[in-house]
């Protein structure tokens, strides 16, 4: 198994500022997926990096993947209380038949008002 | 829009029983898995499955057995249901393009909230 180290685990702040969640991992990913969980729903994917060092945005979310496919990060400037939920990092690898996830254990976001 | 349904929200079990969570993806997806997850450990994999009649191993699939007999339905059966099972369950699926095709999202179901007593 693949691990896939996520940081901060939990993360309370304030409307409007800006933050940085971290995935890393000794392992070289294919592909790095992220996503977005609500309470009582499933994961939603926001974003998938696959080239080494490729930066992508979405709105107020800038995704990073590391130069040598090992490490990511999800920065959100000016956070919103939208923004709350849990954030999971996901490493796409080759398995048995087809590919598979390791998901890194989240980080719960809180944005207060 | 992709749908995976899983057939119950919540469910109370008691211990020693066999339990089957269903779930259900509308989109022709050959991909399935099943996942739970637990506070402080994330989403660990049980089974997934690439084919029809096809199983694999996650990580966890102790205690735990799968059945796919038809495309569209991944089934996740707990033989002797035990209290260390109590979990959210999350079902996914997701396309395989081309063989050793990466890229391709996964898409949750909402999760069964399975209790044991």
């Known amino acids: 198994t693949q691990l896939l180290e996520q940081s901060p685990q939990f993360l309370s702040i304030q409307e409007g500022e800006n933050l940085t969640v971290y995935c890393n991992s000794s392992?070289?990913?294919?592909?790095l997926q992220w996503y977005r969980q609500e309470p009582g729903e499933g994961p939603v994917l926001l974003v998938t990096?696959?080239?080494?060092?490729e930066v992508k945005k979405l709105k107020r979310l800038t995704f990073q993947f590391g130069d040598a496919r090992k490490d990511s990060s999800l920065h959100i400037t000016a956070a919103q209380p939208g923004d709350t939920g849990l954030y999971l990092c996901?490493?796409?690898?080759?398995?048995?038949?087809?590919?598979?996830?390791?998901f890194g254990k989240g980080t719960k976001l809180s944005v207060i008002p | 829009d992709v749908k995976v349904t899983q057939s119950s929200r919540y469910l109370v079990k008691r211990t020693g029983e066999k339990v089957f969570l269903e779930c259900v993806q509308d989109?022709?997806?050959?991909?399935m898995f099943w996942y739970r997850q637990d506070p402080g450990l994330g989403l660990r994999l049980i089974y997934f499955?690439?084919?029809?009649?096809?199983?694999e191993k996650g990580d966890i699939p102790e205690g735990y057995s799968v059945s796919r007999e038809k495309k569209e339905r991944f089934s996740l059966i707990l033989e002797s249901a035990s209290t260390n099972q109590t979990s959210m369950y999350l079902c996914?699926?997701?396309?395989?393009?081309?063989?050793?095709?990466?890229?391709?999202?996964?898409?949750f179901g909402d999760g069964t909230r399975l209790s044991i007593l």
């Open positions: 996914a699926s997701s396309l395989i393009e081309g063989f050793g095709s990466i890229d391709q999202p996964q898409h």
């Open positions: 392992s070289v990913f294919s592909s």
């Open positions: 499955s690439y084919d029809v009649k096809m199983k």
């Open positions: 990096v696959v080239t080494g060092g």
């Open positions: 996901a490493g796409a690898y080759s398995g048995a038949g087809s590919y598979q996830l390791t």
């Open positions: 989109m022709d997806h050959e991909n």
